[in-house]
């Protein structure tokens, strides 16, 4: 009843988003060295009349078992080229947006050119745009995902694999893979300031990564010594709560206010 109950509730917030129970937050990614945000991630969420707030993990898996992923990956995909849409007008030139995507939209065969036909009539840049997917999409699939990643990257669409460390890719796997970028997983970073440096491995996934030509984004960082470490360690960007916590609308174009 509660599966209903949500599922409901997320269908009824598609059909008239001004209900506004769904919504999109957006955390900032920082630039390493300059400290600037460069841009946000979108991340859904929802508050419901049955039970308020209920956590992204389980209303995405209800929206996966009862087939509304792609009516909802749709939805925070336009509307995080809308928000794209007003930090441009705002002055926020080259800011980028980056958009989780589920293994089921990659499977469609229509996803291309839907992505495209959305970017086309925002006027956005692709290259402003960023795609992040999970190890575990990559396995099921895999050739006709990464070719998939290809004709994306192709279009000027930049790809990031998400949550890194935490599945079964391997540096060798890396190299085949049409990527750009890492996202290296929590995990890793709650580490740093816990165990001595050596036995850090952060920073060598950061060098073993750049030796590929990707880029790194720390997720997860909370403190000033995790920072230090990472910008040490030639980390690209940075992503966690030391710098923001994911914001509404509003409050993520005063945060580049105030950085300015």
Not at 53 to 77: D, K
Not at 82 to 109: A, T
Not at 193 to 220: C, F, P, T, Y
């Amino acid at each position: 009843r509660r599966e209903e109950t949500i599922e409901s509730e997320i269908i009824g917030s598609l059909v008239d988003p001004r209900t506004e129970k769904l919504f999109l937050v957006y955390q900032p990614i920082i630039d390493t060295r300059s400290k600037k945000t460069v841009g946000f991630e979108a991340l859904a969420r929802l508050k419901t009349d049955a039970f308020g707030y209920v956590s992204p993990t389980e209303f995405i898996e209800i929206t996966e078992r009862r087939h509304l992923i792609n009516r909802l990956g749709e939805w925070i995909f336009q509307s995080s080229l809308l928000f794209l849409k007003q930090l441009e007008y705002e002055g926020y030139e080259g800011m980028k947006i980056s958009v989780n995507i589920s293994g089921v939209q990659l499977m469609d065969s229509s996803f291309r050119s839907k992505i495209m036909d959305r970017i086309i009539s925002s006027r956005i840049n692709p290259k402003n745009v960023n795609l992040e997917v999970t190890e575990s999409v990559l396995f099921d699939n895999y050739e006709f995902v990464n070719k998939t990643l290809r004709m994306l990257r192709d279009d000027g669409i930049t790809i990031s694999l998400d949550d890194f460390g935490t599945g079964y890719s391997s540096f060798a796997r890396l190299r085949e893979l049409n990527i750009d970028c890492i996202k290296l997983d929590k995990t890793f970073i709650n580490n740093i300031g816990e165990v001595m440096d050596e036995n850090l491995l952060s920073g060598d996934i950061i060098s073993l990564s750049h030796r590929l030509g990707l880029k790194v984004v720390a997720e997860g960082v909370e403190n000033l010594g995790q920072v230090m470490y990472l910008e040490k360690k030639n980390c690209d960007m940075l992503q966690g709560y030391y710098f923001s916590k994911p914001l509404l609308i509003d409050d993520a174009i005063q945060f580049l206010r105030k950085q300015q």
